[in-house]
């Protein structure tokens, strides 16, 4: 099932607290699809800067004058500015999302690629969010079918909106404001927020519940929306942090010993002594999830033992102590958990310390 609203310019939905900030960075996203063509302007969801319906301080996504092509804008005291992108088939499920990442950058996307152009108007100093609106803005309605509704206080990146499209669940927890995964069939229940804030959807003249046509599968094996993309990143180390007693086997950089993308033993860092070394990894992006953080190193030891730690910065996120180094050179491949995963907050800044005992 799905949220039905703005049959006409009557049924929307409409939220008055528990606001996004639509001033800050945000992003909204929502599977939908027309219901019918008006012929004329249409917006699918919008925050405002009034206490009435109005589009003179607001943020929007909806369509152009001809009721099909996808148009977002944004406006300060009845300054706007608004871009148009692809056409949308009635009928026909679309994944959509807008994103503030400043003040002078909102963004749209359609099925997790950039829709068009970027609204640069600065929106500094505009009224705060009075009322969010779904269907319906300066009484320009938009029959639409909705699903999967989320928003986030926060821009999310092309990635993760991509990540999000495939889930009715949210996979980013981080700064979530609302979700409304609108798919019961009581109209009660299809505007609750399901997030855990109370951020519900009012319903204002008489918006209702209907099948989606075609329906959207959350992965069944029949119809899929599309099948995820796992893109493996690898950071090698790229520079020395400090060097303590360690040598490099040729040269003086020990960053250059281990940089390989496989194995190769005839380099290699060594020190006769207690002593610790650090080097930084390469820049990665943050994959959004939790798990397959995986740190690979080959060591070995004629005595001893050899602590190896993954950093961020001067911050510790995960130690791994062999307190009796292996004698002939032995892989080790340590999987992060989730908790230690989540606790990289800045993918540029990782090292790896080595600490000979």
């Known amino acids: 099932m799905s949220l039905y609203v703005a049959e006409s310019g009557f049924d929307y939905g409409l939220k008055t607290s528990g606001l996004i900030d639509h001033n800050s960075t945000y992003t909204w996203m929502a599977w939908i699809d027309l219901v019918s063509d008006t012929n004329s302007y249409g917006h699918i969801w919008s925050a405002l800067g009034d206490s009435s319906d109005a589009w003179q301080n607001a943020d929007w996504i909806g369509t152009d004058s001809d009721g099909t092509t996808l148009r977002w804008g ?40 950039s829709a068009g152009s970027t609204v640069t108007i600065n929106i500094t100093g505009r009224a705060n969010t009075a009322r969010e609106q779904l269907g319906m803005l300066n009484t320009l309605n938009c029959p639409v079918r909705l699903t999967a509704m989320k928003c986030w206080q926060a821009a999310l990146t092309a990635e993760e909106i991509a ?20 798919i019961a ?7 609750k927020d399901f997030s855990g804030n109370g951020r519900h959807w009012v319903a204002t003249g008489s918006p209702s519940v209907q099948t989606q046509t075609p329906p959207v599968s959350w992965g069944s094996p029949v119809v899929r929306i599309g099948w995820p993309v796992v893109t493996a990143q690898y950071a090698r ?35 006769t002594g207690t002593s610790t070394c650090e080097v930084a990894l390469g820049t990665m992006s943050d994959p959004a999830i939790s798990s397959g953080h995986i740190v690979r190193y080959r060591l070995s030891a004629t005595s001893g033992g050899i602590t190896v730690r993954l950093r961020q910065g001067t911050t510790t996120i995960a130690t ?18 989730g908790g230690e995963a989540d606790s990289i907050t800045d993918y540029s800044a990782l090292r790896l310390q080595f600490e000979a005992t």
Not at 185 to 191: F, I
């Open 320 to 337: 791994w102590t062999h307190a009796s180094a292996p004698t002939s050179l032995t892989t080790y491949e340590q999987t992060l958990t």
């Open 74 to 113: 944004g406006a300060l005291s009845g300054t706007d500015e608004a871009f148009t992108g692809s056409s949308l088939s009635i009928g026909s499920p679309v994944h959509v999302a807008l994103v503030r990442a400043s003040s002078t950058s909102l963004s749209a996307y359609l099925n997790g690629s």
């Open 237 to 271: 180390p790229t520079s020395d942090v400090s060097a303590g007693t360690w040598t490099a086997s040729s040269g003086s950089d020990l960053f250059a010993m281990l940089d390989e993308t496989t194995a190769n033993d005839t380099d290699y860092i060594v020190t």
């Open 185 to 191: 069939s009581v109209l009660a229940d299809a505007l």
């Open 163 to 182: 990540a999000e499209m495939r889930s009715i669940r949210p996979v980013r927890f981080a700064d979530l404001h609302s979700w409304h995964p609108a």
